[in-house]
Nanobody, 117 residues
Framework: QVQLVESGGGLVQPGGSLRLSCAAS????????VEWYRQAPGKQSDLVAS???????HYADSVKGRFTISRDNANNTVYLQMNSLKPEDTAVYYC???????????WGRGTQVTVSS
């Protein structure tokens, strides 16, 4: 069983930055696609960004140009650098790793991000 642990959330003022980390208990990111989702209170979960095993990235329109997803295979960690944060970015952010070939998906427990003055 693979465990994913998110960290790096917190309270930040509008315009500020945070870097979220998603650490895996074993080396899987070289063969799994990693996705960051977020869920705000009372809203559905939305895909924020993803990075494939080959390094291709995808971003939701709402975060393009502000968020950057990256991967450090040696440390089994995926990062989400979030800049120019807005109050509407406030949510619980979840890391997920999926492998379509084996229909396998793992989830972390989430980390709270609050953007407020």
């Amino acid at each position: 069983q693979v465990q994913l642990v998110e960290s790096g959330g917190g309270l930040v003022q509008p315009g500020g930055s945070l870097r979220l980390s998603c650490a895996a208990s074993t080396s899987i990111f070289s063969i799994y696609t990693v996705e960051w989702y977020r869920q705000a209170p009372g809203k559905q979960s939305d895909l924020v960004a993803s990075i494939t095993s080959g390094g291709s990235t995808h971003y939701a329109d709402s975060v393009k140009g502000r968020f950057t997803i990256s991967r450090d295979n040696a440390n089994n960690t995926v990062y989400l650098q979030m800049n120019s944060l807005k109050p509407e970015d406030t949510a619980v952010y979840y890391c997920s790793a999926k492998r379509v070939a084996t229909l396998t998906r793992y989830w972390g427990r989430g980390t709270q991000v609050t953007v407020s003055s």
